[in-house]
């Protein structure tokens, strides 16, 4: 769900986009056609048969545009944009992007051990901790169990 949502965002803030014109209630100050992003958000949803969506557009450092619809969970509650969702392995691409940001920086390095980084990094076998790279636990061949 997240990454459609960042295609339904990139398409109507595209920098040839007619969307961002009129002002909106629920914008900061960056001017933004909530019509045609409320079309747009509801036809993917109908289309992608998704319950429901938080929506968040960021343009630079401001909030253009907050919104939440469907519905979630059992009850059917309405998404508002404060609307907790489980994002699941997903965050292993998040930490995964940060990771890498920081090794373009020259902060980390992929073929260090973890302990240089992480100096209470424990198992049950000091060796193995030792052992496991950077990189063993961003492609998951560092042997650690699902459980």
């Not at 997240?2 to 339904?8: A, K, N, Q, R, T």
């Not at 990139?10 to 629920?26: E, F, G, I, R």
């Not at 519905?71 to 292993?92: A, E, H, L, R, Y």
């Amino acid at each position: 769900m997240i990454v459609v949502l960042i295609l339904i965002a990139s398409s109507v803030l595209s920098p040839d986009s007619s969307a961002l014109a009129n002002s909106s209630p629920t914008t900061t100050t960056t001017p933004v056609d909530s019509a045609k992003i409320d079309d747009h958000i509801e036809s993917m949803i109908e289309q992608l048969q998704i319950p429901g969506v938080a929506l968040g557009i960021v343009k630079g450092d401001q909030i253009v545009y907050l919104k939440g619809y469907g519905t979630s969970g059992p009850d059917g509650d309405p998404i508002t944009p404060q609307t907790p969702f489980i994002i699941g392995p997903t965050s292993k691409s998040f930490t995964a992007l940060s990771i890498m940001q920081l090794v373009e920086q020259g902060k980390i390095d992929l073929d260090a051990p973890v302990q240089q980084y992480l100096p209470n990094f424990k198992l049950a076998d000091p060796k193995a901790a030792e052992a496991i790279l950077v990189k063993d636990l961003l492609h998951q061949v560092s042997g650690f169990s699902t459980y």
